[in-house]
């Protein structure tokens, strides 16, 4: 069996998650790992039979083993680093969202169609086994033509002020997924976006110019209409649904629980909570992920979401944000070819 | 025990609907049932024990022996009756909406506070047993502060061609239950509403002018959003759903089931569906709307959907179908004692 | 529309419920009500709008407007009462049981056959929307050739220590249900009984040779075999379910709850509990029995549970007390004819 | 961190399973296998990265770096190997049943309990996350004191001819990890068992002396009764659930299903099926019970399920066939220590 080596540029949460995944695969290896601040990283690395360390990302682009790299470093580093390893003809995999800026992710993608090298986004809900049988479900036309799609999307607990103030907004930072997963369900792009925000969970959040609560509605380009619905705290757990209808019918997923027992008393009927959070929830999306990634360059196959479609949502982000500030509805443009077969 | 007898102006299904029930109660009977098409309905009116039939409304509103009438003609004649009827000083039961106009609405309710009669609106989901319990949970604190509010009301086939071009649109027709609803359960005023709409179903309603299917996204003096999703047809039945989330939790209604029964087979595991449309779902519903009336009545009780609860939903509904022609969020004014406590 | 009349025997908790569901239906009317204790009997039957109260059950059964009687006195009287309406002529509604003896019960039953009247017996259960789903679905073949049953039967809590004492013991009183819903939805007779007892829930039970708790394991005359589960004392409620599985398939049926809502909040996911009690989970059931026995008797139908199934049913509980004692296995015999076609 | 090193004996499915699972663990390796045919093996452990691939076991046993090993081998010869391993001095784990005669199993553990090595039975089922929710809520106590026990436990599929004329029968083969179930969640040992069985999948199945459709009584020393309901072909999928009802309450447990999603058409409103099978069922319970193994023996802490586990299992699968036979409940005497805290 065809062995992949593989860089991880970024050594934080994420990082440590993919390389731990790989780690456990049969057909992938992760020969080096970087980080600005390498404290700790070699026993860690040692532990994990990761050969390299650096604390140079340029030691991981030239290696010359290494035909892929996994971008998990901030935000603001993505767009340039998708250029240089493009350039090193590596094939990329890179967390959400490439850059703040629909220009600054343009010219990246650029670089990578350039290359001709491969180049996946972060977007793990599409792998997960809900969404992806919701998918599956439109795609085989069970709900006939899609008329109307509802995203639920909470998160159990806000991020640090710290992390928000560098996250690009709710838009950019949390939602940006339902907006990938909203194009992926319904298999449509987005042509117009109407966003309402509000700031009422925590008054801290609402000082950094970002909100905690959002409402916002979409319009596909094939006529049906969508919403996503967003919160920073649920406090029963991570809340992650979705409901496409249409005019055959209607598929809805509902969340993951730890066990499926209902435990009876006389103080109720009682179920478990949802899980946690994305590491208990899209554990299995993650592996799912990385898994088809790797089969994808080792076998030149397709990606599943690829470059375009990090673009796209990164567009939607920005013009929810538009529509947030204006208070009005705001249009998206699509040439004739934006949305590729999937 | 005291007997209230009641006239019924209107017998149309639901004018029918109302007379059968009142006449299964104890402390109710129907005296005299009227509409200017009386073919046939004196042999109905024998076999339910119902005294007197007329073609002539006004016989109802001047026989002494009624205190109370259930207005359900058409809409077009809602508000003039109903001043009829607070001038005679009968109480009064109206079905939706009161009128198609705020003016119109709001002069038949200056004539109601005139009379000093009491006056309920067919708002018949306030007594279904999931949304009741919804409104209980959130009344009860249970989900501490509400945030976010969702309604999904689907019927299973659109009306007939004739029926859409008198129904003053979807959002007046359909919706308004909903904007109701969206009051009752979050107990604060909407004060901006943005509509989208699309005629995704049968071109023939798109050719009266109407749509039909729905996003209204809804604002609250409180400050939480709310979202409410239509459509005329939803092929697997009569969709009735709520959620309601806040800061301590949230509440989730779904739709009632001829049985509990789940049947596993081969070909997949399949429950009911749900049931057919609003005869099916609401009957208990219905028959507590008028159990509830007759109380309020009886014993100088409060009433739970009143002429401002009508006139709150009219003003959404107009205010929805501004916002969907101008393609902007509409902002509705209340002044500081619009909401009655409940 | 032809009406029909009929005298109610036992004006206890059961008698007054048929008879409020009675004076609710349209072409049936209580004519008299007798019970040995008549204090306070005469008002309230006046306010019920039925004319005749008497202390003497022939009254009722010489009345020549009566045409049917239902028979809800103590256990003790019915066969006697039968046999006497039987020979007046008197179409019978009986309360389970017939009897506690197979041969008093027989006797009964043959005075009925001799007189040719109709007679059903009180499975209200057989009415409920859940269980009679679970016979469509068996009667359909939607599983196949049955190979197993399991009812889970409990009650919310025990009556009390006098009630007990004149029960006839837990499965002539409360399994009796269950021996009948088993025989309804496997459509096949039992040919052997196992049966298990403890006395887990309250000593004075014990001390009144009764059991709390029980399993009682049945063989049908179709080869497959079926459980029935019992106690006296679900803290959560009612809890009335059953399962039937087979070839090609499986049934289940759940509890109904006083709603579908779903309230989530940082302690757990909460559902309603189970209906309290009989009167509030077979509420519809009781009324269905009536009015299916009144329209046999209007319209000469076929009854739904007759008194062949009021014998069979008596004739399982004996055999599982004599299992009881005896620790082992009774098997049943069956003439060629005894389960009638339905 | 401290690296364990084991051999597996018997490279079947399940040994296969066991290893590809320890591959993946970090403090754990396979350094030998072994099969008496060995076609094919090598390429197998090869890229497996297994060093050692042998036809005689005795090469597994007397390997000094092997601490432990894993006796996949057929069940007849699990009881010699045990003696051999724990000669050796070797830490165990045994598939389940140790053997088919209680007095082999009790001389197997005696060998065990002389050497001092510690023995895990391969009761997979008491890892999986429903199954453990369902022990921890009754360990709580949050049921009460436990009353009645019912575990549905049925195949999609039955085995071959030629596996049942090996397999020791249904209960040997099948309820025994049933019947460790039950003892596992009510916590208390079973004292007398009655069987009921029958033939009704496959007739080659009775031509084999075996039965395809059971339910096994179980009396326990806490008083309470259970139920298991066994069939060898559940056409929806694997069939595994659970319930523990008691004093305080009840714990339900359901099937797990690939996902969560609703499809609403107007044929009618499906869930996905059932996991098919044990492999896709009890996936992260076979990797559970091996992680724990290896954490009792490398940090020698206490085992979930041990040596005495498996008797007891076995001897309750004796029990069980002797019911069968004769007709009549069969008592299982325990002496004062049988049931290890746990």
């Known amino acids: 069996m065809f062995m992949l080596q593989v860089g991880i540029i ?37 532990e994990m039979g990761i050969p390299v360390v650096t604390s140079d990302y340029h030691d991981v682009l030239h290696d010359p083993e290494i035909q892929a790299v996994f971008i998990c470093s901030p935000t603001s580093t993505h ?15 890179c967390e959400k969202p490439v850059s703040f800026s629909v220009e600054t992710t343009e010219q990246a993608l650029a670089a990578v169609k350039t290359a001709g090298v491969k180049m996946q986004v972060g977007f793990n809900r599409r ?67 109407y966003a309402q925000g509000a700031n009422l969970i925590d008054p801290k959040i609402g000082e950094l110019n970002d909100i905690d609560t959002a409402v916002i509605n979409l319009r596909f380009a094939n006529g049906a209409l969508g919403i996503i619905e967003n919160s920073r705290k649920a406090v029963y757990g991570y809340d992650q649904r979705l409901e496409a209808f249409g005019s055959a019918g209607c598929v809805t997923t509902n969340n993951d629980r730890a066990s499926t027992a209902i435990v009876a008393t006389a103080d109720g009927v009682q ?32 990606i599943v979401c690829d470059a375009n479609d990090g673009l796209q949502a990164e567009r939607i982000a920005r013009a929810a944000k538009e529509s947030l500030l204006s208070g009005r509805p705001v249009k998206l443009e699509h040439g004739p070819a934006t949305m590729q077969h999937q």
């Open 10 to 46: 970024g050594a934080g949460r994420i990082g440590k998650l993919h390389a731990d995944h790989i780690q456990h695969m049969c057909n992938v290896r992760v020969r080096a790992i970087s980080d600005v601040c390498i404290a700790g990283l070699d026993t860690w690395a040692s």
């Open 79 to 93: 767009a340039a680093i998708i250029q240089e390893a493009a350039e090193a003809g590596k094939h990329i995999f």
């Open 127 to 193: 792998f997960d086994h809900n969404f992806k049988k919701a998918r599956d479900v439109v795609q085989a036309g069970q709900i006939g033509a899609p008329h109307l799609l509802r995203i639920t999307s909470r998160d159990p607990e806000p991020p640090s002020a710290e992390y928000i103030s560098k996250s690009g907004g709710l838009f950019m930072d949390m939602t940006i997924h339902d907006f990938d997963m909203a194009r992926y369900v319904m298999q449509s792009e987005v042509v117009e976006v």
């Open 271 to 302: 179920m478990d909570k949802p899980l946690y959070f994305f590491l208990e929830r899209y554990t299995q999306a993650y592996i799912q992920e990385v898994e088809d990634f790797v089969r994808a360059v080792l076998h030149d196959g397709p």
